[in-house]
């Protein structure tokens, strides 16, 4: 597996928003789910239990590959799981 290299913003956003770097660490090295984003990136996507907001939520880690790395550009959770998972809510 390549390496992976955390952005500034990135890094950012897992402390300002919150989010356990475990969890977005989870995601990347066992997805539920990857998807497609804006201009050839790669979304990871993990379900968690949020103590802090005590419901169950999906983190999203949006990664740039190159040939020697995965960049990992931005990270956020949200609680609109069926939404990105193709589930209905449940």
Do not use: C
């Amino acid at each position: 597996m390549k390496p992976t290299r955390w952005l500034a913003h990135a890094l950012k956003n897992l402390a300002d928003r919150e989010i356990p770097r475990e969890q977005a660490e989870m995601a990347l090295a066992e997805p539920e789910r990857i998807g497609e984003g804006h201009g050839g990136r790669r979304v990871f996507m993990r379900r968690y239990f949020d103590e802090r907001l005590k419901q169950e939520m999906l983190v999203r880690v949006v990664v740039e590959e190159t040939e020697t790395e995965r960049i990992v550009t931005t990270v956020y959770i949200t609680s609109k799981i069926g939404k990105y998972m193709g589930e209905a809510i449940r």
